[in-house]
């Protein structure tokens, strides 16, 4: 019988025993028992295989974290956390409330469902098999209105994984963007790669008008990032298995596929759809001359956006398919100057307090006049821009002090109307 050592050698020379190459073509050769060598390249691949599959392990492992009554906070407490950051959209804090709740009980009772069968469990054994279906939610409102920032709210209170994402960046499969499927990509990042705990996730997909249909006629180029991601979002919505990339699809191909299965990820949409009142109004006819213009004179015209049904959807550029696929709609009312007054001061994370922290860090206190506020909201009226215009504004007013006041040696400053005026129309010009 051959000697080993002999087996490994090629022409006098040392190869590698799991890919034949020599000593020459790799970066290093190790050496073994009885004359086995490995290169350095086949000693990483074979601990990048072993990494995944201990990653594997623990996947399968982890399980999902169970969920207990106790867990389960009430509509009316998770309503009670949304006022502590978020100032008025009653009707959207409680829309979201209470679906945040149903959500839970959903996932209490699969979780008693799925112990039913064991003997042990008495009171698992006396549930029904009714299903409860999940009721994916559309919130409708104006940019500022505080659409994005009741879901950032929301997620520091859930006990399951949730995520934000963005819709604009969406595409069809082929084409550059990201496929439907890294919405999914996300939600298993936030899981830690717990696909159980995925699957019991909520997603928030912001942004979801920038994906409607940019025409009703037929046109001889594809609507990559309209109808198609429509289509594209329908059975996801739904409930089905999909084989999502873990890292993200198209910029790692090799990557082996999971699959998460969506029946119970709960996901809430949220968009302003600019230009959706004129489609509310047309439908509601608010013109009408003669016998009805009673009727008409009922509707409030500065808040049009509460008239909204599942027909404006449709008319502004979500197909059937979608619109029935949430069937919670929600609205959120725009921002009068009593509110942005309120949402500069008043909630845990305001904007003028935030301010005051930055140059607290500094050792300056800082303080603004009653009637800086007052300007400050009635500039953010006249941008339009809701609440996102606030801090524009603030930004503005402060900037040159924050450039200033650390290297002056002054402890405190007041910012007095004269003085935000000057900053504010300096940053106009």
Same mark, same amino acid.
């Given at each position: 019988?051959?000697?080993?050592?002999?087996?490994?050698?090629?022409?006098?020379?040392? @190869?590698?025993?799991?890919?034949?190459?020599?000593?020459?073509?790799?970066?290093?050769?190790?050496?073994?028992?009885?004359?086995?060598?490995?290169?350095?390249?086949? %000693?990483?691949?074979?601990?990048?295989?072993?990494?995944?599959?201990?990653?594997?392990?623990?996947?399968?492992? =982890?399980?999902?974290?169970?969920?207990?009554? =106790?867990?389960?906070?009430?509509?009316? !407490?998770?309503?009670?956390?949304?006022?502590?950051?978020?100032?008025?959209?009653?009707?959207? $804090?409680? #829309?979201?409330?209470?679906?945040?709740?149903?959500?839970?009980?959903?996932?209490?009772?699969?979780?008693?469902?799925?112990?039913?069968?064991?003997?042990?469990?008495?009171?698992?054994?006396?549930?029904?098999?009714? &299903?409860?279906?999940?009721?994916?939610?559309?919130?409708?409102?104006?940019?500022?209105?505080?659409?994005?920032?009741?879901?950032?709210?929301?997620?520091?209170?859930?006990?399951?994984?949730? @995520?934000?994402?963005?819709?604009?960046?969406?595409?069809?499969?082929?084409?550059?963007?990201?496929?439907?499927?890294?919405?999914?990509?996300?939600?298993?990042?936030?899981?830690?790669?717990?696909?159980?705990?995925?699957?019991? +996730?909520?997603?928030?997909?912001?942004?979801?008008?920038?994906?409607?249909?940019?025409?009703?006629?037929?046109?001889? @180029?594809?609507?990559?990032? +309209? &109808?198609?991601?429509?289509?594209?979002?329908?059975?996801?919505? !739904?409930?089905?298995?999909?084989?999502?990339?873990?890292?993200?699809?198209?910029?790692?191909?090799?990557?082996?596929?999971?699959?998460?299965?969506?029946?119970?990820?709960?996901?809430?949409?949220?968009?302003?759809?600019?230009?959706? &009142?004129?489609?509310?109004?047309?439908?509601?006819?608010?013109?009408?001359? +003669?016998?009805?213009?009673?009727?008409?004179?009922?509707?409030?015209?500065?808040?049009?956006?509460?008239?909204?049904?599942?027909?404006?959807?449709?008319?502004?550029?979500?197909?059937?398919?979608?619109? +029935?696929?949430?069937?919670?709609? @929600?609205?959120?009312?725009?921002?009068?100057?009593?509110?942005?007054?309120?949402?500069?001061?008043?909630? =845990?994370?305001?904007?003028?307090?935030?301010?005051? $922290?930055?140059?607290?860090?500094?050792?300056?206190?800082?303080?603004?006049?009653?009637?800086?506020?007052?300007?400050?909201?009635?500039?953010?009226?006249?941008?339009?821009?809701?609440?996102?215009?606030?801090?524009?504004?603030?930004?503005?007013?402060?900037?040159?002090?924050?450039? !200033?006041?650390?290297?002056?040696?002054? $402890?405190?400053?007041?910012? #007095?109307?004269?003085?935000?005026?000057?900053? %504010?129309?300096?940053?106009?010009?």
């Amino acid at each position: 019988m051959a000697n080993n050592k002999d087996n490994h050698r090629h022409g006098g020379v040392d @190869t590698c025993c799991f890919c034949g190459r020599s000593a020459a073509e790799v970066g290093m050769l190790f050496s073994g028992m009885n004359g086995a060598t490995i290169c350095d390249e086949c %000693v990483e691949r074979g601990y990048e295989v072993l990494q995944e599959q201990n990653s594997n392990k623990k996947r399968r492992s =982890k399980g999902a974290p169970t969920l207990t009554e =106790k867990d389960i906070l009430k509509p009316t !407490e998770i309503k009670e956390f949304l006022d502590r950051y978020v100032i008025g959209q009653d009707a959207a $804090k409680r #829309t979201l409330s209470v679906a945040v709740y149903n959500h839970y009980k959903r996932l209490l009772a699969a979780d008693r469902r799925g112990t039913k069968n064991n003997p042990a469990n008495s009171e698992a054994a006396s549930i029904d098999d009714v &299903e409860i279906e999940k009721s994916n939610i559309i919130m409708v409102g104006e940019t500022g209105t505080g659409k994005t920032l009741l879901a950032r709210t929301i997620a520091r209170l859930l006990k399951v994984p949730f @995520t934000i994402v963005d819709a604009t960046v969406l595409t069809e499969a082929g084409y550059v963007g990201e496929d439907v499927e890294s919405i999914l990509s996300r939600l298993l990042q936030v899981a830690d790669y717990n696909v159980e705990a995925a699957e019991r +996730g909520i997603v928030f997909i912001d942004e979801v008008d920038k994906i409607a249909r940019k025409s009703d006629n037929p046109s001889i @180029t594809r609507d990559v990032s +309209g &109808e198609g991601v429509q289509q594209a979002l329908l059975k996801i919505l !739904e409930g089905t298995v999909v084989n999502v990339p873990p890292q993200g699809g198209r910029k790692h191909p090799d990557q082996k596929f999971v699959q998460v299965n969506t029946s119970n990820i709960l996901f809430i949409c949220g968009g302003a759809f600019d230009g959706i &009142e004129k489609k509310i109004s047309q439908r509601l006819n608010t013109r009408v001359i +003669g016998y009805n213009q009673g009727a008409a004179q009922h509707i409030d015209r500065k808040n049009v956006m509460q008239y909204i049904t599942p027909q404006d959807l449709r008319s502004f550029g979500l197909i059937p398919e979608l619109v +029935g696929r949430m069937p919670v709609l @929600t609205y959120l009312q725009p921002l009068d100057k009593e509110i942005l007054r309120q949402i500069l001061t008043e909630p =845990k994370n305001s904007i003028i307090k935030q301010y005051v $922290k930055l140059f607290e860090l500094d050792g300056v206190k800082i303080e603004f006049a009653e009637e800086v506020l007052d300007f400050i909201v009635d500039k953010a009226l006249e941008f339009k821009l809701g609440a996102r215009g606030l801090r524009g504004i603030c930004e503005s007013i402060v900037r040159d002090a924050m450039f !200033e006041l650390p290297s002056s040696g002054l $402890k405190e400053f007041t910012v #007095t109307l004269d003085y935000a005026r000057e900053r %504010v129309s300096k940053s106009l010009q």
